[in-house]
């Protein structure tokens, strides 16, 4: 895995979730990931059952492009939000980046923290 052209990690995985603030944060944490507050701009990179211990999940900034390397000869399945499936075939790669565009959500009188408090922490 690059960020930005530079090598950042390489590690063996199961797959590798790469989330926004706003998205595949619930997948993210599944893994082990921590939350993030949506006004943090920046990318989570969260390996999936990776082989070593020591290879953990990493922030990246907004601005960074994630390069994802499939190494191995064999192919592997892209999914993107859980809705579309891209294969890739084996000693391939793909690019990750923050769009321009921002999604406009429509947000009610609760802040994100409540919001936390309220669906992971009580268990509501």
């Known amino acids: ?5 530079v090598l950042a990690a390489d590690f063996r995985a199961d797959g590798v979730v790469i989330s926004t ?13 921590p939350y993030m507050d949506p006004h943090v701009e920046a990318m989570l990179v969260v390996p999936m059952a990776p082989y070593k211990y020591t290879t953990r999940p990493f922030l990246v900034p907004a601005s960074s492009k994630i390069t994802v390397e499939n190494v191995l000869d064999r192919g592997c399945m892209i999914v993107l939000d859980g809705q579309s499936e891209v294969e890739m075939e084996g000693g391939t790669s793909v690019q990750f980046m923050m769009s ?25």
């Open 21 to 33: 603030p706003t998205g595949s944060t619930c997948y993210a944490m599944s893994l082990g990931a």
């Open 1 to 5: 895995m690059y960020v930005d052209d």
């Open 100 to 124: 321009s565009k921002k999604a406009r959500m429509i947000r009610f009188n609760d802040d994100f923290y409540s919001r936390v408090r309220e669906k992971l922490v009580n268990g509501e």
